[in-house]
């Protein structure tokens, strides 16, 4: 994978998290302020995922973001506000792990 592609994917990923704990935030404290705050994290972010798609193409770029989302804010949510999950959806977010594992590591293909 170029490591262009995975810098760019770290950094919106850290944006995304952000803005999804100032989201859950804003809903505990119902603070105006936090929600502006964390929608213009989220504007930020989509910007950032064009340069991804530019990199990796629409499909890589949606499909690694999202899955790293669903990776990373559970464990937010488990870790910072208590939050737990039952048995299927645990095994639900294991599917997806394995599934970011196989598409960082494919054999063929490209984005045009």
Request: glycine letters at 10%; charged letters at 5%.
């Given at each position: 994978?170029?490591?262009?592609?995975?810098?760019?994917?770290?950094?919106?990923?850290?944006?995304?998290?952000?803005?999804?704990?100032?989201?859950?935030?804003?809903?505990a404290?119902?603070?105006?302020?936090?929600?502006?705050?964390?929608?213009?994290?989220?504007?930020?972010g989509?910007?950032?995922?064009?340069?991804?798609?530019?990199?990796?193409?629409?499909?890589m770029?949606?499909?690694?973001?999202?899955?790293?989302?669903?990776?990373?804010?559970?464990?937010?949510?488990?870790?910072?506000?208590?939050?737990?999950?039952?048995?299927?959806?645990?095994?639900?977010?294991?599917?997806?792990?394995?599934?970011?594992?196989?598409?960082?590591?494919?054999?063929?293909?490209?984005?045009?």
């Amino acid at each position: 994978m170029n490591p262009a592609f995975l810098l760019w994917l770290a950094a919106a990923m850290a944006v995304f998290l952000s803005a999804a704990t100032a989201s859950r935030y804003y809903v505990a404290n119902n603070n105006i302020l936090v929600l502006v705050f964390s929608l213009g994290l989220y504007c930020v972010g989509n910007l950032m995922m064009v340069k991804l798609m530019r990199e990796g193409g629409l499909g890589m770029a949606i499909s690694a973001s999202a899955i790293a989302q669903l990776l990373l804010i559970n464990i937010i949510a488990f870790a910072i506000f208590g939050e737990r999950l039952t048995t299927t959806q645990m095994a639900g977010v294991a599917l997806g792990f394995v599934a970011m594992g196989l598409m960082l590591f494919p054999t063929g293909g490209s984005a045009s």
